[in-house]
């Protein structure tokens, strides 16, 4: 049973490319990755990879060290980089391997590090709302029209629940989950998600940069408003690393914008990115880890 469950999200990424190559020519997409500018996009990735793990190592860092699991900033970007090669399978699993290292680490209390993480879930679930619901009132036409309140209404539900469960547990919560959430003051949750906006407009700023090499141009307000969504979907546990969920999203958001054959394959060369840069940074920081524990 078990070997079923670990095909199944392979199964379903594949199921949904497929899909997507019955409606978008096949021929066409191959042919757009050919004409990109693939030796002007990969620095560029390559520049934003170090980008991405250098800001998320800054939130997490200071968003644990509230709850007693301090580490310094190289430290911390170390345990989030050896997280890469389980975040190719899935992003949960990578932080549940992130929870247990930090664990042995610092001998911090597991329930309060899971605290320390739904929190995390929250205030990024509330940065990504609120980022996109704040680039969408800047648009016109009809797809904003569609768009806006319904990123509003998503940016008002995450902001309330975040709330709700912090001041439910302030009052009511008992035991060391609990107080883990209760470590984090009003204060250091506003922090988590600053942060995490300035993460996710930072993968909207690559997203507007390099879509040219694919000759696809978008106003960066289009694509801060969309980005957040796309990256929401592909964090749901349905593929693993977002594979077709995240094409899908991408070719659905951005339809008007260029050929569908060119968003195909711009989200898949954006989709591998992701993967295939951040693998050797992981396999690097497992490395370093055997070389320490020798």
């Known amino acids: 049973m078990k070997p079923i469950r670990l095909a199944l999200p392979w199964l379903a990424g594949a199921l949904i490319l497929a899909l997507l190559f019955a409606r ?6 191959l042919d757009a990755i050919e004409d990109a500018e693939l030796l002007v996009y990969a620095p560029i990735a390559l520049a934003f990879t170090g980008v991405w793990l250098a800001l998320d190592a800054f939130v997490l860092r200071g968003l644990f060290a509230c709850v007693g699991a301090e580490l310094s ?20 699993l990578a932080n549940v391997a992130l929870v247990n290292e930090l664990r ?6 597991l329930a309060k590090l899971g605290g320390a993480m739904l929190a995390h879930y929250g205030c990024d679930l509330v940065a990504l709302s609120t980022i996109a619901a704040a680039a969408s009132l800047a648009l016109d036409g009809p797809f904003a029209a569609i768009l806006r309140p319904i990123l509003l209404g998503l940016a008002g539900v995450a902001v309330a629940v975040v709330v709700a469960a912090r001041l439910g547990v ?4 008992r035991g060391a989950f609990a107080d883990a ?16 906006w300035l993460f996710y407009a930072s993968f909207a700023v690559f997203v507007w940069a390099t879509l040219p090499c694919f000759a696809l141009r978008v106003p960066f307000l289009d694509v801060l408003a969309r980005m957040p969504l796309v990256q929401s979907v592909a964090a749901l546990p349905i593929s693993p690393s977002g594979v077709g969920t995240a094409q899908a999203a991408m070719l659905a958001l951005f339809a008007g914008f260029g050929p569908p054959a060119r968003w195909l394959a711009y989200s898949l060369v954006y989709g591998l990115t992701l993967v295939l840069l951040r693998l050797p940074i992981g396999f690097a920081a497992w490395g ?7």
């Open 24 to 29: 978008v020519d096949f021929a066409a997409t």
């Open 288 to 294: 370093r880890r055997l070389e320490l524990a020798a």
């Open 181 to 196: 959430l209760r470590a984090l003051r009003a204060r250091d949750l506003a922090r988590v998600v600053a942060l995490r």
């Open 170 to 173: 302030a009052r009511i919560g």
């Open 104 to 109: 042995r680490a610092t001998g911090a209390p």
């Open 73 to 92: 900033f190289i430290r911390m970007a170390r345990a989030r980089a050896a997280t890469y090669p389980w975040m190719a399978l899935s992003f949960d």
